[in-house]
């Protein structure tokens, strides 16, 4: 079965620091890659998605970036996080090849605090 | 556009009453699915039902039941015999292409025992 693992589950980091959230796929291959953004009592942004290694899609402008190492390996960085950045973030997956109709698998997301 | 729109931010039951969660999506896509999601307080989300824009039937799994109505836009969520593991904010979700899912707002529910 297909599982999805995200770390860590909760940060805090200081404005203008670094960030890196990983993110991996299990039992899976060539998998549609996601992060959302969820900001406190609002519902779900997506900031980037991959539909395979090296190839990356951004949503929305902002100073966050993703990269995809590897088939089942999706990474969110900053170079120097704002106060803006704090939320939930959350990595997802969904069959490659299913289309429309594919519902996307969440992972236990990772709860970012910038003070 | 393609949007959801859950209206409800909150609502409040006593446990065993009946609840119904509203969404409505605006596309002008012919083809898409609808999605229903559970998160609880934990946060991760929990893919609950999927529903594609050509079938209209209606869906029931154990206390749950799903009613889609293409004329109005409509595809809400009742849950029958509420239960306190029931809390948790359920989100609509409207995905017209393999990369586009927009999710609404959310609707917080919260079962009182």
């Known amino acids: 079965s297909q599982t999805i693992h995200q770390w860590p589950a909760t940060l805090v980091q200081p404005v203008g620091s670094p960030l890196s959230l990983e993110c991996t796929v299990e039992g899976t291959s060539n998998p549609n890659l996601y992060w959302y953004r969820q900001a406190a009592g609002r519902g779900l942004q997506l900031l980037f998605y991959?539909?395979?290694?090296?190839?990356i899609s951004s949503e929305v402008p902002q100073n966050l970036s993703a990269s995809r190492p590897q088939d089942r390996q999706f990474i969110l960085s900053s170079k120097k996080l704002l106060l803006s950045d704090s939320g939930f973030y959350l990595c997802?997956?969904?069959?490659?090849?299913?289309?429309?109709?594919?519902?996307?698998?969440f992972g236990n997301g990772t709860r970012l605090t910038v003070t | 556009a393609q949007k959801v729109t859950q209206a409800q931010t909150e609502i409040s039951v006593v446990e065993k009453e009946d609840v119904t969660l509203d969404c409505v999506y605006e596309t002008r896509d012919t083809t898409y699915y609808l999605f229903w999601y559970k998160q609880p307080p934990s946060g991760e989300l929990v893919f609950l039902i999927r529903r594609n824009s050509f079938d209209e039937q209606n869906e029931i799994s154990g206390r749950y039941s799903w009613n889609f109505q293409k004329s109005t836009s409509s595809f809400n969520f009742t849950i029958t015999a509420s239960q306190v593991v029931d809390s948790a904010v359920y989100f609509c979700?409207?995905?017209?292409?393999?990369?586009?899912?927009?999710f609404g707002a959310g609707t917080r529910l919260t079962v009182k025992p």
């Open positions: 997802a997956w969904s069959t490659g090849t299913g289309g429309r109709n594919s519902p996307l698998h």
């Open positions: 991959s539909v395979g290694i090296g190839q």
């Open positions: 979700a409207l995905k017209i292409n393999n990369n586009d899912m927009r």
